[in-house]
């Protein structure tokens, strides 16, 4: 049974920070990972997708990479501001067509 | 990226009513949609795969008798929380890609209250 854990689950910086979070999956045998931001009481933003083959994408100051063989991946955020300030959530699709949430981080950028 | 749609994105109901969710693809078709469960401070829980013109596929510990899931066209998929209890009041989120395994897109959210 798949299992994804997200660390750490609550980060608190100063605005203008380069941050990590750390997302692992327990079965490598995954089509892609997924990485979501989720404000408040709202659904979810894509931010990033990297397929199984993929090692990494970028998007603006968003950079996550895949390390597929030992089940990791990490988003990393360049010059954290306010507005970065959510819960993001790492997801894997594996067999079957379904994602697999981790418990998310809870992100808090402070001016 | 592609839009899915969900409605209502609130509602409170009175205990024993049932309440109906929808969810729809706006600018692809999906055939098959998935309905996630979220407590607070929690992630998200996978409660039934929708896929259209066939029975759904539910999860382990998911009463299909309470949460039933229609999926009627390639668009628009929809739960059913029957006979609804304060212990269903939960934030309910909808999912949908085409093809399988490729990017997935959420729903804006249902927040139930039951009360």
């Known amino acids: 049974k798949q299992e994804v854990t997200q660390i750490p689950a609550a980060l608190s910086v100063p605005e203008g920070e380069n941050l990590v979070l750390n997302c692992s999956f327990t079965d490598s045998a995954i089509y892609n990972l997924q990485w979501f931001r989720q404000d408040p009481g709202k659904g979810l933003t894509s931010l990033l997708l990297?397929?199984?083959?993929?090692r990494e994408q970028t998007s603006g100051r968003l950079n996550a990479s895949l390390d597929k063989s030992s089940g990791r991946s990490t988003l990393y955020i360049a010059a954290s501001q306010p507005g970065d300030s959510a819960t993001y959530l790492c997801a894997v699709t594996g067999g079957y067509n379904k994602l697999i949430f981790g418990a998310g981080t809870r992100l808090a950028v402070h001016p | 990226g592609a839009v899915v749609s969900q409605h209502p994105s609130r509602v409170i109901c009175k205990s024993g009513t049932s309440v109906k969710i929808e969810c729809r693809s706006l600018?692809?078709?999906?055939?098959?949609m998935f309905w996630y469960r979220q407590f607070p401070k929690q992630s998200l829980m996978l409660m039934a795969t929708s896929n259209e013109g066939s029975k759904a596929t539910y999860e382990q510990g998911v009463e299909k008798d309470k949460f039933l899931i229609n999926h009627a066209s390639l668009t628009l998929s929809t739960l059913t929380v029957t006979s609804a209890h304060p212990e269903d009041s939960s934030f309910y989120i909808c999912?949908?890609?085409?093809?399988?395994?490729?990017?997935?897109?959420f729903g804006q959210g249902t927040r139930l209250t039951v009360v």
């Open positions: 999912s949908a890609r085409d093809p399988p395994n490729t990017e997935a897109f």
């Open positions: 600018d692809f078709q999906a055939t098959t």
């Open positions: 990297i397929q199984s083959s993929q």
